[in-house]
């Protein structure tokens, strides 16, 4: 049963995301600017970059979407698992009126 001591777990996850989220994206921010201030290429653009620097570059990418995947499936799991619902296979012992 969702009680509302798990409503204010999910809250306090939510807001945690949210305080994540906006930390990101404030040091975006801050990297465009320096990288603007000083002249060089913008981020996403290919020019002048060596191969090996690429080659890094897109492992890196991978990295963050694994872990951008790993951070969605925990908070999925915490959020069924406080819900009680078995993924995949919907909720048990529930009848419909």
């Given at each position: ?23 990101l ?70 009848i419909?009126?």
């Amino acid at each position: 049963m969702f009680t509302e001591a798990d409503s204010k777990a999910q809250d306090a996850v939510i807001e945690e995301l949210k305080a994540e989220f906006k930390s990101l994206a404030e040091q975006e921010e801050k990297l465009r600017a320096a990288v603007a201030a000083s002249g060089e290429p913008a981020f996403g653009s290919n020019e002048n970059i060596p191969p090996e620097v690429a080659k890094m570059l897109e492992e890196e990418k991978e990295k963050a979407k694994r872990e951008g995947a790993r951070r969605v499936a925990e908070f999925q799991s915490r959020r069924s698992g406080a819900q009680g619902v078995i993924p995949g296979r919907g909720r048990q012992g529930v009848i419909r009126i």
